[in-house]
């Protein structure tokens, strides 16, 4: 196209939301003439099932559940008074929770107030608050953010190690809907024990977000912990964003959860809108379709350039990975369905693998977003009339010509500025686009059939490692992985008998040893005294 044709199509395909300060560019898609009047009845059908939705329908089937994350920020629309109630009740407890905390009447046992917040949780549980630290951080927050996020020791003991003395002022927040993922119950047990190495009590300096009568509910009753705050089963863990999950980490950080719950809900009224052009939650759901479904273009390419949006891509991961990614549609048809999620921020990725987009496999799409404002205050001149800032400008605006003359496709999201409005709004958009592609392709967006296979699978994996563990203690000599697993009846779990055998001697924590090296056929393990 000539550049005189590049800007028509811009101007015509430019959607603005005036009031959110937020713009969305689908020209450098390329969709054919004639493309969204050839879906107009899949949009409408996608439309209309996010109305029913929104009204209360049964939107998981899976789990016969409703699905209300959308209620999260107009509770008016919730089916009936009993959820409005329960809404508009946690948001105020969370404001009041959050105040009293910064007022130090919810105080740690040393004195003082509380100067940190440890969260601790896994997946969505995890994944926005993270997000939401990383965007809207400052140096004068009243609490400094820090999380478990993972079943890992020594991540564990290097985020101890960060907080040191600190944890005697330090609030943990523990955050499991069933109070039974393990390892957001394995961090519990970790953090409860640092704590009382310390000489503290951990129920002093605990708040659990958790579904009523959970094992973790249960737990801080019995423990007698600060308070409880509640998930609900209509809100999934990827979508919890603006529920207790999200906003009680964010109130005590002291950043504004009204603004954020006000950006998510100016965005659902933008993307309730049945006039396409005007939708931005549709048009990015019929650009994702049209590239995935019709040029097989799976990959999803984030980059926000700026730092203050480098972990939206990880946030993404999950929310577009783990709704998407389904073996079989609604009707029970094999149609390994999904859209990969990928990006760091720019320019950084200017210097890491926009080199592979402008020039190696064509099998994505690119999302660039643009945030308008530098910084607070002015910025000094790298060249004369130049700023940094103006830098970053250039390379946005370069990476978007670039993939474009190398026949890539690429969206850009521009918004004014990084504040707790616009980040709802992001998450908001994103919520509803995702759920709009469900429909279109057949998919039930909420539940997640492969985390839990996931799940089984671990189970099992520690249930087979007591028995090695008894199978080796009752040896006289050394075994190799293939004795052990023929000794428990199993000769096809030999390779994870290995594994298992393998980390125990590295770990040397159950006192296996590795009585002869060699490889997995020869290697043998005992347990010593």
């Known amino acids: 196209m ?15 939301c005036e009031d959110l300060g937020f713009t969305l560019d689908i020209s450098r898609m390329h969709f054919a003439d004639g493309f969204f009047e050839q879906h107009a009845g899949a949009a409408d059908r996608a439309m209309t099932a996010m109305a029913e939705l929104e009204s209360g329908a049964i939107a998981n089937p899976d789990e ?7 209620w999260l920020r107009a509770p008016q629309l919730a089916p ?6 329960e809404i508009e009740q946690c948001v105020a407890r969370i404001k009041a929770f959050a105040a009293e905390v910064h007022a130090g009447k919810i105080a740690p046992p040393c004195g003082g107030k509380f100067e940190s917040l440890l969260l601790i949780g896994i997946g969505g549980s995890a994944l926005g608050p993270q997000f939401v630290d990383d965007a809207l951080r400052t140096t004068d927050d009243p609490l400094r953010f820090w999380s478990f996020d993972n079943t890992d020791p020594d991540g564990i003991d290097r985020t101890l190690a960060r907080i040191g003395d600190g944890l005697k002022r330090t609030l943990a927040v523990v955050i499991s809907k069933s109070g039974g993922t393990k390892e957001t119950r394995n961090g519990m047990l970790e953090a409860k024990h640092a704590y009382e190495s310390a000489g503290l009590v951990f129920a002093k300096h605990a708040v659990a977000v958790t579904g009523e009568g959970s094992a973790l509910y249960e737990t801080a009753q019995v423990e007698g912990w600060i308070d409880t705050f509640p998930m609900w089963d209509w809100v999934g863990g990827r979508t919890s ?6 906003l009680m980490p964010a109130a005590l950080q002291g950043f504004d959860i009204d603004a954020l719950l006000e950006g998510a809900r100016m965005m659902d009224a933008h993307t309730r809108n049945r006039e396409v052009a005007s939708n931005p939650a549709m048009l990015l759901a019929l650009m994702w379709y049209d590239a995935a479904k019709q040029r097989g273009l799976r990959d999803m390419v984030i980059i926000p350039y700026k730092d203050r949006l480098a972990l939206f891509s990880r946030y993404l991961q999950q929310l577009v990975m783990e709704s998407l990614g389904k073996e079989h549609d609604l009707s029970g048809a094999v149609v390994h369905e999904g859209i990969a999620v990928y990006g760091n921020k720019g320019s950084t990725d200017q210097h890491a693998y926009v080199q592979q987009l402008r020039d190696g496999l064509a099998n994505f799409h690119v999302t660039l977003i643009e ?9 000094i001149e790298v060249e004369p009339g130049v700023t940094s800032g103006d830098y970053l400008n250039g390379f946005l605006q370069g990476t ?5 003359d190398g026949g890539r496709e690429s969206i850009t999201i521009t918004v004014n500025e990084v504040s707790p409005r616009t980040v709802g709004a992001l998450i908001a958009l994103y919520e509803r686009a995702v759920g709009f592609y469900a429909t279109m392709v057949n998919i039930n967006a909420y539940h997640q059939p492969g985390v839990e296979a996931g799940k089984k699978a671990a189970g099992e994996v ?16 050394g075994m190799t992985a293939a004795d052990l697993a023929e000794r428990l009846g199993n000769a096809g779990w030999v390779e994870e008998v290995y594994k298992i055998l393998r980390r125990l001697a590295a770990d040397g924590v159950q006192r296996v040893k590795v009585e002869s090296a060699g490889g997995p056929l020869d290697a043998r393990f005992r347990r010593t005294c």
């Open 2 to 16: 000539t550049p005189s044709e590049l800007w028509k199509r811009y101007c015509q395909h430019l959607c603005t």
């Open 64 to 70: 016969k559940r409703m699905v209300g994350h959308y």
């Open 80 to 85: 009936n008074a009993e959820i409005r109630g």
């Open 241 to 246: 964003q603006t529920a207790a999950v999200g």
């Open 371 to 379: 945030v308008l404002c530098d910084r607070d205050g002015g910025s």
């Open 400 to 404: 978007r010509a670039a993939l474009a």
């Open 462 to 477: 520690i249930a087979l490692q007591a028995q090695v563990l008894s199978a080796l203690g009752d040896a006289s000599a």
